[in-house]
């Protein structure tokens, strides 16, 4: 047993998990990354200790069930993989904090991980989702999710009716108009960068914008005791002389 209580078996071109690591029961951490992974043994759920397991970088197409049986897990890393959903049985890991999803084949967000109610943060980027579930709301613990590169027509409306969140990613997506974020007390980054939107979200006061007109306010402006009206319009139409050029936690 590693004095660490932690084994790395990272790019190692596995195609196995050697049986022996199962005997360490007391293990908290495992690294499994990068490797030729299409399946885990049964023996795995001796690892009832086991709070970190990186699977991520394999082969998987389904989430072995055994990884369900872990039930201390609360960072779990399947990013890059072939997923194209995932069992209900992942409900059962009730401690689960971080969930790496990011990279795999999903076309909507598995609505088991609405059943994890103490997830804070949550990466799904670089998969091919168009809308989000409504009982995402139920996670009220959820503070950072992580939505580029997706297939997302429109800002995702359950987003709204999410006050806590302080961390939203939809960067590299085709959003076209983003309503107001005002309302949302706890948001402290919004990354919209890289779609083919018409206006900026309106954020409320030190809230940071990443993306285009990031830097413009919605607010009126004075200028020599004036107050001057900016409207949208206004703020799209270039200068004249210029035309502007079109960015785990512990447990």
């Known amino acids: 047993m590693p004095v660490d209580k932690m084994v790395d078996l990272s790019s190692r071109q596995l195609r196995r998990l050697p ?3 199962c005997s360490f029961r007391e293990l908290v951490k495992l690294y499994l990354s990068d490797n030729n992974l299409n ?12 709070q970190i397991l990186a699977l991520d970088f394999n ?5 072995p069930l055994v990884v369900c049986t872990l039930r201390q897990l609360c960072i779990l890393y399947l990013g890059n993989n072939k997923l194209c959903s995932l069992p209900l049985e992942l409900r ?12 795999n084949c999903l076309q909507c967000l598995p609505e088991v991980v609405c ?3 103490l997830l804070k943060t949550l990466h799904a980027g670089s998969n091919a989702l168009r809308t989000l579930p409504a009982q995402l709301q139920c996670l009220q613990e959820l503070r950072t999710i992580w939505l580029s590169g997706n297939l997302l027509s ?28 005002a309302h949302l007390h706890g948001l402290k980054l919004v990354i919209y960068d890289h779609n083919p939107c018409r206006n ?10 990443v993306g285009r007109w990031s830097e413009e306010t919605p607010e009126p402006r004075k200028r020599s005791g004036a107050v ?10 270039p200068p004249s002389a210029a035309k502007p050029e079109p960015e785990a936690e512990p447990c």
């Open 19 to 21: 049986l022996h690591i």
């Open 39 to 50: 399946h885990l043994p049964p023996e795995l759920e001796q690892l009832q200790n086991l």
């Open 59 to 63: 082969n998987f197409k389904a989430l």
């Open 92 to 103: 059962l890991l009730q401690n689960l904090k971080t969930l790496w999803i990011e990279s």
């Open 115 to 117: 059943e994890l109610s």
């Open 154 to 181: 429109e800002f995702p409306p359950v987003l709204l009716d999410m006050p806590f969140l302080e961390v939203i990613d939809v960067d590299r997506n085709s959003i076209r108009f983003f309503p107001s974020l």
């Open 200 to 209: 900026a979200p309106k954020v409320a006061k030190g809230v940071r914008r």
């Open 228 to 237: 001057i009206e900016i409207t949208l319009d206004e703020k799209l139409l």
